[in-house]
């Protein structure tokens, strides 16, 4: 069975950075398209970001071009969101997700197959 967990969360302030890191467990992700996306109390989760399997593509949300990076180490079978500049509006809970049947990047939550717990991330002035 696969698990992905996620960790880096936490309150930090208008326009710093928090690095949100997602290892994962039982299936290497090397085999896997992942993705980030985010979820605010009353909205559907949106899609924030996601990595091709060997890392040479990305794709983002408009809304954290230019800020938010995803990468991945596939050696050590975790993924990371590097976040810079963030803003009030970046506060949510943040998920991680595999897509094992996928090869290149995917913005589609359908894709994907697994899902971490989430972690929580507040900007605040």
């Known amino acids: 069975q696969v698990q992905l967990v996620e960790s880096g969360g936490g309150l930090v302030q208008i326009g710093g950075s928090l690095r949100l890191s997602c290892a994962a467990s039982?299936?290497?992700?090397?085999?896997?398209?992942m993705g980030w996306f985010r979820q605010v109390p009353g909205k559907d989760s949106e899609f924030v970001a996601t990595?091709?399997?060997?890392?040479?593509?990305?794709s983002y949300a408009d809304s954290v071009k230019g800020r938010f990076t995803i990468s991945r180490d596939n050696a050590k079978n975790t993924v990371y969101l590097q976040m810079n500049s963030l803003k009030p509006e970046d506060t949510a809970v943040y998920y991680c997700?595999?897509?094992?049947?996928?090869?290149?990047?995917?913005?589609?939550?359908?894709?994907?197959?697994?899902w971490g717990q989430g972690t929580q991330v507040t900007v605040s002035s």
């Open positions: 997700a595999a897509d094992f049947g996928g090869f290149l990047v995917s913005k589609l939550k359908v894709d994907y197959d697994y």
């Open positions: 039982g299936r290497t992700v090397s085999t896997a398209v």
């Open positions: 990595i091709s399997r060997i890392g040479g593509s990305t």
